[in-house]
């Protein structure tokens, strides 16, 4: 990897920690009060109406936003034909969504949700027109930006105008509101930004070689939708939006933090990867890096939750959300699966090795399905263990696709995921022994969920940072080496790092 581009990563991953760090707080506290605020079959119908708009979402975006990103030669054209594309198509399923609304009872079974679709449905046509601006900004790694129009733009939608009419009595008109509006100011926001050429473009040369990458790319997307929200669907219309509402908020305490953790390393690995797509060797020594570092953090943080779940559904979302408890402790093991193999999907992007991509997703669809039908009889956890079993196959699949496009033997695969592993049953442990103790004391929920993530957060740290697994080791020591982060003693604090960085070499 380039000086240059080494230095746009990792000024985009700083820049993506405060945001993440900033964000996660916000969401969770905004998700807290909400929770309080609505019952849990407005989830249920907000996640409903979603499905119906991300099912549309990527067919109106048709794969341009990665297009843009992964084209080696972007030229005006190319953008105008981008945001041509974008407009219209945004346009068109808008138009579509509002006449075909009354069909998404087919995957709730609740007449409320039509209303919801019809003015959800207006995302399309903002989002068409921020598109390809979106895109300029992630493709120039201008991730600074992107990540103050993000935590602006969630301040102002959803703490600002969502909580204050979810008090007022609004409902779900609160979140999607919110929804709308946050759309609304990114796209404001980005364009201001970038400024690109908005004259619309009629000339087919300058479609083909967006269309061609990002047609696939599409295709992808919307099977990728499908593995994604089968389980929405099947419970929407098997055990209604009340459940729907409780496996909704389960997920979403799981995969939030890992999202936000995982979405910015997302954005700047997949402009890093497409500029190395032509350098095998590179890109498998990168991509390795990026798994052993985020399985070392997310297996961890995964586990320390499936143990502090009860509290934490207590707490975060209140007593009338218990029955969310188990399934929450089970898609705390299916997520960080999920988040590990998106790597291994980037650099199919990134290669543009699609046809593959596409016959694994559609494989790993069928067997979601076929583990939803066995364990249909389980409820909510079925449907939780479900997603688990099949992540499973789909971690094999990619591995054996990696082995392929990338030649990473699989000793090599498996072995990127054991420092986070090993770490993560020490941590859960650690956590188990000592909530048993406090939870048989009878003490404060809040004080048991504190200790625990004390516990967690303490162990996480000491275990990543000074007694590394040898893979992590050499990971963290390349990270210092590479970017010269230790090379400085002018401060206190790059003492303390050149002071860190040899004791890591000399524990290797």
Not at 221 to 247: A, C, D
Request: proline share 3%; net charge positive; aromatic share 10%.
């Amino acid at each position: 990897m380039s000086k240059n581009l080494a230095s746009k990563a990792v000024n985009g991953l700083k820049w993506g920690t405060a945001s993440t760090v900033a964000n996660a707080v916000m969401q969770i506290g905004c998700n807290a009060v909400m929770a309080r605020l609505l019952d849990p079959g407005a989830f249920g119908l907000i996640a409903g109406a979603q499905v119906v708009l991300r099912f549309g979402s990527y067919f109106a975006n048709f794969g341009l936003t990665k297009a843009i990103i992964q084209k080696e030669h972007l030229t005006e054209e190319n953008v105008r034909a981008a945001f041509t594309s974008s407009f219209l198509l945004g346009l068109v399923f808008t138009v579509i969504s509002y006449l075909l609304a009354p069909f998404a009872t087919l995957i709730v079974d609740n007449p409320d949700v039509i209303p919801l679709v019809k003015v959800m449905a207006l995302s399309f046509l903002i989002s068409g027109v921020s598109t390809t601006a979106v895109s300029l900004l992630e493709r120039d790694m201008h991730f600074k930006t992107l990540s103050i129009l993000e935590t602006v733009s969630y301040i102002i939608s959803y703490l600002g105008v969502g909580l204050t009419m979810g008090y007022l009595g609004f409902g779900v008109w609160s979140l999607v509101c919110a929804s709308l509006l946050q759309v609304g100011i990114v796209a404001i926001g980005a364009y201001a930004v970038i400024r690109h050429n908005v004259v619309l473009l009629f000339v087919w040369e300058h479609y083909k070689a967006l269309f061609g990458y990002g047609s696939r790319m599409s295709v992808i997307s919307f099977l990728e939708f499908l593995n994604q929200e089968i389980g929405t669907i099947l419970i929407g219309r098997t055990l209604g939006t009340h459940r729907l509402g409780i496996y909704n908020r389960s997920y979403m305490l799981v995969n939030l933090p890992m999202y936000q953790l995982t979405r910015i390393l997302m954005k700047v690995t997949f402009p890093s990867f497409s500029k190395l797509q032509a350098d095998t060797k590179k890109l498998a020594k990168v991509y390795l890096s990026s798994i052993t570092l985020l399985a070392a953090i997310i297996i961890p943080m995964c586990l320390g939750i499936l143990v502090a779940s009860p509290e934490i559904i207590a707490i975060m979302l209140g007593d009338q959300w218990m029955e969310a408890v188990p399934v929450m402790q089970v898609l705390s093991l299916a997520i960080p699966l999920s988040f590990i193999t998106m790597f291994a999907g980037i650099v199919c992007d990134a290669k543009a090795v699609l046809n593959p991509k596409i016959v694994l997703t559609v494989i790993f669809i069928v067997m979601i399905c076929f583990f939803f039908y066995l364990l249909r009889g389980y409820g909510l956890v079925g449907f939780a263990a479900a997603i688990f079993l099949g992540e499973l196959v789909r971690i094999i699949l990619y591995q054996r696709l990696m082995n392929r496009v990338l030649e990473i033997s699989y000793r090599q695969q498996i072995s990127i995921y054991m420092p986070g592993l090993i770490n993560g049953i020490v941590i859960a442990v650690a956590m188990y022994l000592v909530s048993t103790m406090m939870r048989g004391a009878d003490l404060p929920l809040w004080l048991i969920l504190g200790a625990q993530i004390a516990i967690g957060g303490i162990l996480l740290g000491t275990l990543t940072l000074l007694f590394p697994h040898k893979l992590l080791r050499s990971e963290i020591q390349a990270i210092l080496t590479r970017f010269g982060i230790a090379d400085k003693t002018d401060t206190y604090y790059s003492k303390i790092i050149h002071k860190y960085r040899n004791y890591i070499l000399k524990g290797a």
